[in-house]
C-alpha cells in the first residue's frame, strides 16, 4: 500500500515495542509526523500505542469488544505507569482472568502505596493504599495487587454474586473432567489468602465480602455458574454439587456443571462455547449416555440465571421431585 493510502513511509525502530512513550521515540529519532500515522494510536498523552494488535470484528460480542478495549488502554498506560505504581481493582481482576459485569471499565484502575502520590490523569483512577492493605506482584510482567488484595479491592464495587464470582474464579482448580490428568495450574489463591486480604484493615463493602467469601466454592468455571449456584440457594433448594464427574459401567460419562448425585439431577449452563457444532455433538452424547443412567439434566442459559431465576429454580425443583 502506497503512503498515500494511509500506510506510514517509515518503519518504527526495533527497540519500540508495542506501546511506548513519545518521548523515548523521540530520542531513538521518530519524527512527529510519524508519531501522529494512522498505526499508531494516542490514548493517553506522552504516549503510542500499535492499532493492529488491538483489532477486533465489528460482529464479534459486546463483551470480547469490551475485553480488547480494555487490554488496549492496558497496553498504552504501561509505559507512562509511574514508578512504584500498580493495577488495582476491577483492571487488576482482568489480569487475573476473574470474570466481571460489563460496563465496569471505564478507568483504569492504579493503586500506589502510601505515601507516594496517586496518578492524576484522564482515563486513569488513582488510589493511595497502607501497604499493608494492598500486597503487590507481577503478572505477565505488569506490577498487580495479589489475588486476595484484588478480589478484597472490589468491595465497593460489586455486589454479592459478583464477590462470589470473582472469589470463585479466584480459588478454583481447574482440573480436567474425569480426573485423567492433573490440573492446569494451581489456584491463583486460596481461602485463606483472601481472608487474610479481608483482614488487613478497613475495606470498602466489608460486610459484602465477608459474605461473598462464606459463599464462595472451588468448582465453579464461569461467572454464570457462580450466580446460577446462588440462585438456586437463594430460592430455596439445596446446595448443588459442582463440577460433578459421572461414571457409568464402562466408565467416565462426563463431567456436570451442578449436580444433586443422589437424585441423579444434573444442571448444565449452556453459555456461548455449547454452540459450535463440535461442542453440540459432545453434548448429544454426553446426554443421551446419561440419560441410559437414570439422570435427568436439566439445562439453563443465561436468559433463567439472569431475567428469569424463579423459572431456574422451578425447573430444577421439578426436576427433584421426579426423582426421588
Known amino acids: 500500500m502506497r503512503e498515500s493510502e494511509g500506510m506510514p513511509r517509515h518503519a518504527l525502530p526495533q527497540e519500540m515495542?508495542?506501546?511506548?512513550?513519545?518521548?523515548?521515540?523521540?530520542?531513538?529519532?521518530?519524527?512527529?509526523?510519524?508519531?501522529?500515522?494512522?498505526?499508531?494510536?494516542?490514548?493517553?498523552?506522552?504516549?503510542?500505542?500499535?492499532?493492529?494488535?488491538f483489532g477486533v470484528a465489528d460482529d464479534e460480542p459486546p463483551w470480547v469488544r469490551e475485553r480488547h478495549d480494555l487490554e488496549r488502554r492496558i497496553a498504552a498506560y504501561l509505559p507512562l505507569l509511574p514508578a512504584g505504581a500498580f493495577f488495582t481493582g476491577p483492571t487488576a481482576a482482568h489480569l487475573w482472568e476473574a470474570p466481571l459485569p460489563m460496563g465496569i471499565h471505564d478507568r483504569l484502575h492504579v493503586a500506589v502505596h502510601h505515601p507516594r502520590t496517586a496518578p492524576?490523569?484522564?482515563?486513569?483512577?488513582?488510589?493511595?493504599?497502607?501497604?499493608?492493605m494492598a500486597?503487590?506482584?507481577?503478572?505477565?510482567?505488569?506490577?498487580?495487587?495479589?489475588?486476595?488484595?484484588t478480589w478484597a479491592s472490589l468491595g465497593g464495587t460489586l455486589g454479592l454474586y459478583d464477590l462470589v464470582a470473582v472469589a470463585d474464579a479466584l480459588i478454583r482448580v481447574p482440573r480436567h473432567p474425569g480426573g485423567f490428568?492433573?490440573?492446569?495450574?494451581?489456584?491463583?489463591?486460596?481461602?485463606?489468602?483472601?481472608?487474610?486480604?479481608?483482614?488487613?484493615?478497613?475495606?470498602?463493602?466489608?460486610?459484602?465480602?465477608?459474605?461473598?467469601?462464606?459463599?464462595?466454592?472451588?468448582?465453579?468455571s464461569s461467572r454464570q455458574e457462580s450466580r446460577l449456584r446462588l440462585v438456586l440457594v437463594d430460592g430455596g433448594l439445596p446446595e448443588p454439587v459442582l463440577d460433578h464427574d459421572v461414571?457409568?459401567?464402562?466408565?467416565?460419562?462426563?463431567?456436570?456443571?451442578?449436580?444433586?448425585?443422589?437424585?441423579?439431577?444434573?444442571?448444565?449452563?449452556?453459555?456461548?462455547?455449547?454452540?459450535t457444532r463440535a461442542q453440540l455433538e459432545r453434548d448429544i452424547d454426553k446426554y443421551e449416555a446419561l440419560a441410559a443412567l437414570g439422570w435427568r439434566i436439566v439445562r439453563l442459559t443465561s436468559h433463567h440465571i439472569d431475567r428469569a431465576p424463579g423459572e431456574a429454580v422451578r425447573r430444577v425443583r421439578a426436576a427433584l421431585s421426579q426423582h426421588r
Open 17 to 53: 515495542g508495542l506501546s511506548f512513550r513519545v518521548g523515548e521515540a523521540r530520542r531513538a529519532g521518530v519524527r512527529r509526523a510519524r508519531l501522529d500515522a494512522p498505526d499508531l494510536e494516542r490514548i493517553f498523552h506522552g504516549g503510542r500505542v500499535r492499532r493492529e494488535r
Open 120 to 132: 492524576l490523569r484522564a482515563g486513569i483512577r488513582g488510589v493511595q493504599v497502607l501497604p499493608r
Open 135 to 149: 500486597r503487590v506482584v507481577t503478572r505477565h510482567g505488569i506490577p498487580v495487587t495479589d489475588p486476595g488484595t
Open 181 to 220: 490428568r492433573p490440573p492446569e495450574r494451581a489456584p491463583f489463591a486460596s481461602r485463606e489468602d483472601l481472608a487474610f486480604a479481608l483482614a488487613a484493615g478497613r475495606r470498602r463493602g466489608a460486610p459484602l465480602l465477608r459474605a461473598a467469601l462464606e459463599r464462595a466454592r472451588t468448582g465453579a
Open 247 to 275: 461414571f457409568g459401567p464402562l466408565g467416565f460419562v462426563g463431567c456436570l456443571d451442578a449436580a444433586y448425585p443422589d437424585r441423579r439431577v444434573g444442571i448444565e449452563y449452556e453459555g456461548d462455547g455449547h454452540l
